[in-house]
């Protein structure tokens, strides 16, 4: 079945550093992807997404482009910042539902 | 608009003991869900619904009942706790994308962390 691959945290990053998260994916046909962030005590939120081969979705300075070739949607941010500290989670859309990894915290120190 | 509402926010239950999770959407969103949440496990569906009175199992539906009887409500039973359903329940909501067979973003509720002692 489907099912998505991330790197195991916690990343640890000193603010401004470049931030890359890897997430690969198993899927047949070409599902929607997407990224979502939960910062403390929170739900999570949408992130960015990617609905096609070679798209990019970007928001809040993140970036990640769909890659059939490598069935990979990495995660990327030039410079970090401390408010970045989250936990990001992977996903993809299997028609009528979302499929997770299993999440990456991040924590960026001053 | 409050997107997503959970309640309560915390619960502390005895095993066997049951109780409801509620979860409300004011989006007229047709898709609702319950994920939950456990470290290293990341989300796990439980059961999720494409509209009222239609309702089916996701990942780890034992355990759990739902019903949906109105589009904007999808409360989630919990029958007989057990310490294995010590976790942090999400409710998400989306709606259809009018192009594919497939659905937008899912909007996610505060959650409510549930301890069975």
């Known amino acids: 079945g489907n099912s998505v691959t991330q790197m195991e945290g916690p990343v640890t990053l000193s603010e401004e550093a470049f931030l890359t998260i890897n997430c690969t994916y198993t899927a047949t046909g070409y599902p929607s992807l997407f990224w979502y962030v939960q910062y403390p005590g929170e739900g999570l939120q949408l992130l960015l997404k990617a609905t096609k081969a070679d798209d990019k979705g970007s928001n809040k300075g993140f970036e990640a482009t769909y890659r059939k070739e490598t069935t990979s949607f990495h995660l990327e941010k030039g410079s970090v910042q401390v408010s970045d500290s989250a936990v990001y989670f992977c996903?993809?859309?299997?028609?009528?539902?979302?499929?997770f990894g299993t999440g990456t915290r991040l924590q960026v120190f001053p | 608009n409050a997107g997503v509402t959970q309640t309560p926010k915390f619960q502390v239950l005895k095993t066997g003991q049951s109780m409801t999770l509620q979860c409300a959407q004011d989006m007229n969103h047709e898709y609702m869900s319950w994920y939950r949440q456990d470290p290293g496990m990341g989300l796990r569906l439980i059961h999720y619904?494409?509209?009222?009175?239609?309702?089916d199992q996701g990942e780890v539906p034992n355990g759990y009942n739902v019903s949906r009887s109105t589009t904007e409500d999808f409360p989630l039973r919990l029958l007989s706790a057990a310490p294995s359903q010590t976790s942090v329940y999400f409710c998400?909501?989306?709606?259809?994308?009018?192009?594919?067979?497939?659905?937008?973003?899912?909007?996610f509720g505060p959650g409510t962390r549930l301890t069975v002692l």
């Open positions: 998400a909501s989306s709606s259809p994308d009018g192009v594919t067979s497939s659905y937008n973003e899912q909007f």
């Open positions: 996903a993809l859309q299997d028609t009528d539902k979302l499929i």
């Open positions: 619904s494409v509209g009222a009175g239609i309702t």
